[in-house]
């Protein structure tokens, strides 16, 4: 009996047998099962980054449409913003490429009577088109502030 355990887990002397063998084993398989992981979080992240950018892509793509139907609607691309009798920028092009866009409840929502950050309009602000933002861009307080 005593040799049959000698054979089956080593003698415990010489550091040698299947116990041995079983560690390193889990070691190669522990190693392998890291590189795994680290080659398919690659691979995961690579495919996010690919579909990010071929969200922005497309709404980039939108909104040179929106852009080329104001045109030929108007005979004009938009001016970048409209001034009031001062001469102070008080809306941007993107409201008024929001009905090409497919935004006319948005667009009938706002208020050309009131700056863009008047009181009716900033609580528009959160109905942005998904358009005007790019994912990989992150969204921040400063940047919604200054959007018009």
């Known amino acids: 009996m005593r040799d049959h355990l000698e054979q089956v887990c080593g003698d415990g002397k010489t550091g040698h047998g299947p116990s041995r063998r079983r560690r390193i084993v889990l070691v190669v398989c522990g190693v392998g099962?890291?590189?795994l992981v680290g080659f398919l979080g690659r691979a995961i992240q690579l495919?996010?980054?690919?579909?990010?950018h071929s969200a922005c892509t497309c709404r980039l793509a939108q909104m040179?449409?929106?852009?080329h139907n104001y045109?030929?609607?108007?005979?004009h691309f938009p001016p970048a913003y409209l001034?009031?009798?001062e001469g102070t920028p008080i809306h941007s092009w993107r409201v008024l490429i929001l009905p090409?866009?497919?935004e006319d409840e948005l667009y009938d929502a706002y208020s050309f009577d009131e700056p863009w950050n008047g009181p009716n309009n900033i609580r528009l602000a959160n109905r942005m088109p998904a358009g005007f933002h790019c994912f990989?861009?992150?969204e921040s307080n400063s940047r919604r502030k200054r959007r018009r």
């Open 71 to 75: 045109h030929y609607e108007h005979g």
């Open 83 to 85: 001034t009031d009798d």
């Open 47 to 52: 495919a996010r980054q690919a579909a990010v």
């Open 64 to 67: 040179q449409v929106a852009l």
């Open 136 to 138: 990989s861009e992150p």
């Open 33 to 35: 099962l890291v590189a």
């Open 100 to 102: 090409y866009m497919e």
